[in-house]
């Protein structure tokens, strides 16, 4: 079962993880830079092709295997993580990506979502979140705001949306982040985390659909609000934000306030500081909307635990250990026998 | 009343005995009829049992629908079913006589434990007055004992609680029925001091009732009409036996079959009634090389074996008919992409819930067509308990071979009955030839074996063959996404061809009782084998014109079936749902199949297959 080890360690290059295939996303989607982030990401992070695994379920995210020249599964709708979870189960070395959307993951999906995060599985999950159905054009997804006009609520929707930071941390998910679709730099670095964590690590990317929900981040990512709506949360920094850095979070009690630094005697020393091991600090964060707060970005939480495959395999082992080779002539003939002469 | 008994006794040869045991969920009959069976076993007679339990896992005390019964059927001679009707009815309170007694023929013998028929459980069971009272049962042979009181008053001297006392009355009466059938008590009491080896109490206890119940019956007065009886030993083929439940042989036969390829088994599941016990022993042989994994649904559990089966292992799921329906879509993308995968359906009775707990043969359209589109697979039905272990390794066999999903269609029936079997060797069993392609020279992944179709196993890990499967139609030339109208018509002849030529690599068709040509032909699947062989043997034996076809593969059916059905006047199908194999082979074959429906929860009775061979073979139609 072994896979099998590669012939010789070759420095790879974006283009070894570049398939043959025709990248069939519309033009301006905000998959393009996504894929161009994790093609970059793989050579760095040393790992071999045969051992990279992209798993997607259903939806135009979910097409991304094809585009990656790895090992690519295209499985149902919703159920990645289960089909993730059985390819872990039968060879923990092999390592998965998977890739949903907010329909895929959150609505179809959300049952297996919550279930690969609470066992934690190691793999690294990729939710893009659009806010919209894209494939199936333009319908709104749990994500959606309420009120957004879309084809199946032209009086706008009256569902209440999902929050996937959220949802993932009451999941008990160990690793818990944020990226931008646009913003390569921190979402490959955000990756490179991911793929170091072992264990399910969670990452929520922002990405726009120029089709169906153009814009719908844009009042956080767009150049003039950009620094004041996202907060890049870092492992014992201070929770800064705005242009010079001077805006900070004071976080009490599951409360959170925004405060100027140099302003009405408050220093940089009352701004709360961030860490990645605190479960309330991270709901609290994830819960910050704008425009009263900045959106955080970054590794909100990471505890890591041990990963379920690993502990499978280690059972199945103990019990090698403990009973020897599973013997079928001693099985078939255990317990009450009696001989026919 | 007859003389009291002593122990150098004349005994009455029987040739067969059904038992009936049958009380309240908590009474433990289910107990008491596997030990008589096991008992029955080394006894050396041949045997076959059904256990029938309510869903409710405690029902409320002395009610109808609590009642928890197991029959058992042990002869002298080869028997194939639990027996139709109980020759000896054990009834531990009101509820579980009413329900029971009508499936008693007149003179049986029943014994019954007068200390629960009082007057709120006599209520309970919705009796007006007392039938141990009110000639009711004048036509039976009754034994009515005080059961309750004897028992709890053999455990006095061991100090047990009250509650704990009254417990032992099932073994009390397994003691009693000991000694009227000639019985060891050896295996029992040897069986009582394992399982309560941490409370020797208890096991001190339950075999002083069982001692008590059998020097009740040495000493006590029996009524007119009972006698003691004996069950000679049947005529076995030599070899090693033990008994085996269904769930248990599917459960041994995947791990065989692990063993057999040399590949690991992923087993995910999700437990439902009556599947469950097949995860709960497979779990038990993490070191045969198997994975179980219990996911959080029926969805994930297919899935997870399917995405095991892509990274090299045996997927394996298990599941009763709703499941089935829930697995639908992921069963289509494990044709699509062409993996193996097996899936263990323990039929219950339906639609929706149904009845959990009781058997049916009716996913058998579900299993041939439950899918989106065009969406072939193999599909196999064990026809006994033990032959569950030899279909759970050819699914395994034909699944890794032709890289295909294949259905195992097992029921409630043989999933909980159980039957003496000959304990196979590990080395007579089929090889199971497990290759994963590893040249990368001309790779594709949709390469095929020009005989068998079945597309190549590269497994992620490999160097040079990283590629892309999915649900999306693929070119038949480069396992490339295509829309190409024409490439999707020729794949899916491809599909549908792969699995038609499974014809050429199982059995052909045989005839099981009979010959080829006649009035008529029996034609059953799965389940029903043993209740429809042993009618078309007595219907042969009073020299009626009649064969037993008994199909094992359902798709694809055997390549020489259609001519062999087309040598009978008439065929008509036995079934345990609403004529779905009938419907198939008219369809299939053109043939006017005549349906034998029975969709009761309960399997076939010999009796009832006899009246409907003798309308058949009188040309009526028999429904």
């Known amino acids: 079962m072994a896979p099998l080890d590669p012939p010789a360690a070759k420095k790879l290059t974006k283009k070894d993880f570049t398939s043959d295939q025709e990248v069939r996303w519309c033009p301006g989607c905000g998959d393009y830079a996504i894929l161009a982030a994790i093609q970059r990401t793989l050579p760095e992070l040393g790992v071999s092709r045969e051992k990279s695994l992209f798993i997607s379920g259903i939806g135009c995210s979910s097409r991304f295997p094809y585009y990656m020249d790895t090992y690519g599964f295209h499985t149902i709708h919703g159920r990645a993580p289960s089909f993730a979870t059985g390819v872990k189960l039968v060879n923990p070395e092999l390592d998965v990506w998977l890739i949903t959307g907010d329909g895929d993951g959150l609505s179809i999906g959300g049952n297996h979502l919550l279930h690969v995060l609470r066992r934690n599985v190691n793999v690294q999950v990729m939710m893009f979140n659009n806010r919209i159905y894209g494939l199936t054009k333009g319908q709104y997804s749990p994500t959606s705001l309420v009120g957004l006009k879309s084809p199946s609520s032209p009086m706008g929707s009256i569902d209440a949306p999902v929050n996937p930071m959220a949802f993932a941390l009451g999941a008990n998910a160990r690793f818990v982040a944020r990226g931008i679709d646009t913003m390569i730099k921190p979402l490959t670095g955000l990756f490179k985390e991911a793929h170091a964590h072992k264990g399910t690590s969670f990452i929520e990317i922002l990405q726009n659909c120029p089709v169906f929900n153009d814009g719908t981040w844009t009042h956080v990512t767009a150049k003039d609000v950009s620094s004041d709506m996202q907060l890049w949360v870092e492992h014992g920094q201070p929770l800064l934000f705005g242009k010079d850095k001077k805006k900070g979070l004071v976080i009490s009690g599951g409360d959170a306030k925004v405060v100027t630094v140099g302003e009405d005697g408050v220093t940089e020393a009352d701004v709360t500081v961030h860490d990645e091991t605190n479960l309330g600090l991270a709901f609290t964060l994830a819960h910050l909307l704008p425009p009263a707060f900045p959106m955080v970005f970054g590794v909100v939480y990471r505890n890591p635990g041990p990963a379920y495959d690993e502990s499978v395999v280690a059972q199945v082992a103990e019990a090698v250990e403990k009973n020897g080779e599973g013997d079928i002539d001693a099985l078939l003939r255990s317990g009450h026998t009696w001989s026919v002469e | ?623």
Not at chain 2, 50 to 73: K, N, W, Y
């Open chain 2, 1 to 623: 009343m007859d003389t009291p008994v002593s122990q150098d006794v004349t005994r009455k040869t029987l040739e067969s005995v059904v038992i009936r045991f049958a009380g309240d969920s908590g009474d433990g009959m289910q107990l008491a009829g596997t030990q008589f069976t096991q008992t029955s076993a080394v006894a050396g007679n041949d045997l076959a049992t059904f256990p029938d339990f309510p869903a409710e896992i405690r029902a409320p005390a002395g009610t109808l629908f609590g009642v928890s019964g197991f029959q058992l059927h042990f002869a002298s001679k080869e028997i194939l079913t639990p027996g139709d009707e109980p020759d000896v009815l054990v009834a531990m309170n009101p509820a579980a006589l009413k329900v029971n007694l009508s499936d008693v023929p007149s003179g049986g013998f029943i014994i019954i434990n007068s200390g629960a028929f009082s007057k709120a459980n006599l209520k309970k069971a919705g009796y007006e007055s007392n039938p141990l009272e009110d000639g009711s049962l004048d036509a039976y042979r009754v034994l009515s004992i005080d059961i309750s009181r004897l028992a709890t008053a053999s455990v006095e001297h061991t100090g047990l609680g009250a509650k704990s006392a009254l417990r032992t009355k099932n073994v009390w009466t397994l003691g009693l029925l000991y000694w009227l059938f000639d019985r060891d008590r050896g295996p029992t009491t040897e069986w009582l001091k394992q399982k309560f080896a941490k409370k020797p109490e208890l096991a001190e206890a339950n075999i002083a009732a069982l001692n008590a119940g059998h020097a009740y019956g040495e000493t006590a007065e029996l009524p007119v009409g009972v006698e003691l009886y004996k069950v000679p030993k049947a005529k076995l083929p030599p070899g090693t036996y033990r008994n085996i439940e269904g769930n248990q042989a599917l459960a041994w036969g995947i791990a065989a079959a692990a063993k057999l390829a040399k590949t690991p088994v992923m087993f995910g599941s999700y437990p439902i009634t009556p599947a469950s016990s097949v995860l709960h022993a497979i779990a038990k042989l993490k070191h045969f090389g198997v994975t179980t994994f219990q996911a959080e649904d029926e969805i994930a559990a297919v899935c997870s074996a399917i995405g095991a089966s892509w990274a090299g292992a045996i997927g394996v799921t298990s599941t009763s008919g709703p499941g089935m329906a829930l697995k639908g879509e992921a069963i289509g993308l494990a044709i699509m992409i062409e993996l193996p995968l097996v899936i263990l359906d323990v039929q219950r009775a339906g639609p929706s819930t149904g009845m959990p707990t009781k058997t049916e043969q009716a996913d058998l359209f579900q299993a041939l067509y439950g899918r989106n589109s065009d969406a072939p697979l193999c599909v196999l039905a064990p026809q006994s308990p033990g032959d569950c272990f030899a279909m759970a390794i050819e699914a395994v066999r034909i699944a890794t071979k032709y890289m295909t999903p294949v259905i195992v269609l097992s029921d409630g029936y043989i999933a909980n009955g159980a039957e003496p079997w000959a304990v196979p060797s590990f080395a007579d069993l089929p090889e199971i030839k497990v290759e994963f392609h590893t040249d990368p020279e001309g790779f594709h992944p949709y390469l095929r074996d020009p005989e068998t179709l079945a597309r190549v196993w590269p497994i992620p890990g490999t160097p040079g063959l990283e590629h892309r499967v999915g649900g999306l139609e693929k070119n038949f030339d480069s396992g490339h996404i295509s829309y190409d109208p024409d490439n999707h018509h020729k794949m899916t002849q491809v599909r549908a061809g792969k699995i038609l030529g499974i014809a050429n690599d199982i059995p052909e068709q045989t005839v099981e009782l009979g010959q080829e040509g006649g009035k008529l032909a029996m034609v059953s699947w799965g389940s029903t084998f043993g209740a429809v062989n042993e009618a078309v043997r007595q219907a042969r034996s009073q020299g009626k014109d009649v064969s037993h076809i008994h199909l094992r593969y359902m798709w694809p059916m055997p390549r020489n079936l259609e001519a062999l059905l087309k040598t009978y006047d008439k065929v008509v199908v036995p079934e345990l749902n609403n004529g779905q194999l009938a419907h198939v082979l008219r369809g299939e074959y053109l043939i006017p199949a005549q349906s034998l429906p029975k969709v009761a929860g309960k399997p076939f009775r010999v009796g009832e297959l006899l009246r409907a061979i003798d309308d058949a073979l009188e040309g009526k139609e028999s429904n």
